[in-house]
């Protein structure tokens, strides 16, 4: 694959951000085979936005020769105080997590964060080598990354987070660090980090995060733009405002159904964002699905005549949804067959109360 193929590839939806595109092109040109990562903190169920959005991007990059790997971060987990820093639970979720990317990146590489620690004094020498370089304020900025603010009660643990977080950079010997754009703050501090330090040159990526299917809350101008996409992710602690990678087609219908869309309105619909950076992309169409007096079946493949006729309201909200649904529905089809025996088990297992 050429250079401007693999860039096309890398570069494609759901790709928001590349920091930056002249050292992207660089990476490629040097490296044969350079090395991407992605870290997950294990804290409970993962919806479409970790899979679909997240893991398609995966998929993209070892299409275009790249290294992939899953970080399942069970330390910063703990450290974040998810699932009650309960160590025996974020050990179980964790091998959910593992089995999750298995299936839907198959042949990217699923590190545990605590093997990779195991015996490696070099990354603790280098998270304090890093810690010498970070001010509170700095680090109080970066902890969006953890999905708190700077109102929030924090601890001690949580500012090691992104800390280990551009430890794990070196560790992983990652040229490409990725994640959504709540995550920019520290890959920045972490680009930095590096060339002050005179260590790799790395090229951060970072994804869209997929908006939470409820109205959207007022932004102020003061947010930064981390904390305004952040404010409207779609979130596990939101409820209504996700869609569990284990839901079952009724309640992917269900979601969807009471998804906010109103009638023609494009910006800040969650239902013309899944269809933008996840359907489209992954599906190279949508099919709407409607009785003749309403308009007949149309076939979308592009965006851009989807938006027209929406915006026109040659396209009803619930149409568009139930199309919308079938779609996810197909797209996660992979995901529901491989963990239909095990789904209540795990269910059971994250709603279990923690100690």
């Not at 092109?25 to 169920?45: A, D, Q």
């Not at 999750?100 to 198959?106: I, L, R």
């Not at 599906?283 to 079946?297: A, F, H, I, N, T």
Request: glycine letters at 6%.
């Amino acid at each position: 694959m050429d250079i401007e193929t693999k860039l096309d590839l890398i570069k494609s939806e759901p790709l928001e951000e590349v920091i930056t595109d002249e050292e992207l092109r660089n990476v490629l040109e040097t490296n044969s085979r350079p090395k991407h990562y992605i870290g997950l903190e294990i804290s409970g169920m993962l919806h479409i936005g970790h899979l679909l959005m997240g893991g398609k991007k995966i998929n993209d990059f070892n299409k275009a020769g790249i290294e992939t790997q899953v970080l399942l971060a069970d330390w910063h987990t703990m450290a974040n105080n998810k699932l009650g820093g309960d160590w025996e639970k974020i050990k179980k979720v964790s091998e959910f997590y593992r089995k999750v990317f298995n299936t839907f990146c198959p042949n990217t590489k699923v590190v545990l964060g605590s093997d990779l620690y195991k015996g490696n004094d070099e990354y603790w020498k280098l998270m304090i080598q890093i810690a010498r370089r970070a001010t509170v304020a700095r680090a109080t900025r970066m902890l969006v990354i953890e999905g708190r603010s700077e109102k929030d009660a924090l601890h001690i643990s949580q500012y090691i987070y992104p800390i280990m977080q551009t430890a794990d950079i070196w560790a992983l010997d990652a040229d490409l660090p990725h994640a959504g754009m709540d995550q920019r703050k520290v890959h920045v501090f972490a680009k930095e980090t590096f060339k002050e330090m005179k260590m790799k040159t790395i090229v951060p990526l970072h994804h869209y995060l997929v908006p939470s299917l409820l109205e959207p809350p007022k932004i102020t101008d003061e947010m930064s733009k981390e904390e305004q996409v952040a404010a409207n992710k779609m979130s596990k602690s939101r409820p209504g405002s996700f869609i569990s990678i284990l839901a079952t087609e009724d309640e992917v219908k269900a979601a969807m159904k009471n998804a906010w869309c109103p009638v023609g309105i494009i910006e800040g619909n969650p239902v013309m964002f899944l269809c933008k950076h996840m359907i489209l992309p992954t599906m190279g169409k949508l099919m709407v699905e409607r009785k003749k007096e309403y308009g007949g079946d149309t076939e979308y493949t592009g965006y851009v005549e989807l938006a027209r006729d929406f915006e026109a309201k040659k396209l009803h909200p619930m149409d568009l949804k139930n199309a919308a649904a079938g779609a996810l529905i197909d797209i996660m089809a992979p995901i529901r067959k491989r963990f239909s025996a095990e789904r209540e088990e795990i269910l059971k297992m994250l709603e279990a109360p923690q100690k």
